[in-house]
């Protein structure tokens, strides 16, 4: 009660503006982004890519069965993780999000984007039931240094606290510093982050399940160089999760 009302005087005093579209909040709960922003994520909806989950077009009316859509990409491709998937389009107030933790530093925001994560696993419950711990893509140490946390093991933490499951920072780790994958082709982006990972404690993961986690999936390169990598320590299955899908 106490908290609600200092809160309510501070907003009277100093009030919060939404870092998205800059209209003042009124009920915060501690967030810096609006409701109606958070409404205007484009969630990535059926019919999708059962590997990839990139959105497929379908003629409207034509049936289709879900578990059978595969995208030509991945027709030709072999992938060290079972499958992908990806909260929403990396787009409009989700890329804003993204960017304002990443590069901005608003350590505030992993609250809300976790809780975005959140509530699309809870839809998720056969998949939860094949993970035994999260594992976010790692940082090099230059990028850990200059930024000062990693924003994939922020939010890995906060589904981890709230499945009780745990989150595994140390187990794979980046041991070369790459360029930034912006901009590059697929293939640019493949030698960019080829054997860029290693496991450092293969005794926890070890015939386990992992959820391997990333802010952004744009071709895969990078999620599945860390797979290959946890899945020749040891790992049984790994599943991706993003927060956001390139389009
Ligand atoms: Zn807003
Ligand atoms: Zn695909």
Redesign the pocket.
């Known amino acids: 009660m106490i908290k609600y009302l200092i809160e309510g005087l501070l907003n009277l005093i100093f009030p919060l503006e939404c870092r998205v579209c800059k209209h003042p909040i009124r009920e915060s709960a501690g967030y810096s982004i609006c409701e109606d922003c958070l409404k205007d994520i484009q969630l990535i909806e059926e019919p999708?890519?059962?590997?990839?989950?990139?959105p497929l077009s379908i003629a409207p009316g034509l049936p289709y069965q879900q578990d059978d859509l595969?995208?030509?990409?991945?027709?030709n491709?072999e992938y060290s993780f079972e499958y992908?998937r990806s909260v929403g389009k990396y787009r409009g107030v989700l890329k804003e999000c993204i960017h304002l933790l990443k590069y901005n530093k608003e350590k505030n925001l992993a609250q809300p984007l976790g809780e975005l994560l959140i509530r699309y696993l809870l839809f998720q419950q056969e998949l939860l039931k094949l993970i035994d711990i999260i594992i976010p893509v790692p940082l090099h140490e230059k990028d850990w240094k200059e930024r000062g946390f990693n924003q994939s093991f922020l939010l890995c933490k906060i589904m981890g606290d709230y499945f009780t499951l745990p989150v595994k920072e140390k187990v794979l780790v980046k041991n070369r510093f790459t360029l930034s994958q912006v901009g590059l082709s697929r293939k640019d982006r493949e030698k960019n982050v080829f054997q860029a990972f290693s496991v450092t404690q293969p005794e926890e993961i070890k015939d386990k399940g992992i959820l391997l986690f990333d802010d952004v999936f744009t071709t895969?390169s990078t999620v599945e160089e860390c797979a290959k990598e946890l899945k020749r320590a040891g790992a049984n299955k790994v599943f991706v999760l993003t927060l956001a899908r390139g389009i």
């Open positions: 999708y890519c059962k590997k990839c989950n990139k595969i995208c030509l990409d991945c027709k491709r992908s895969g």
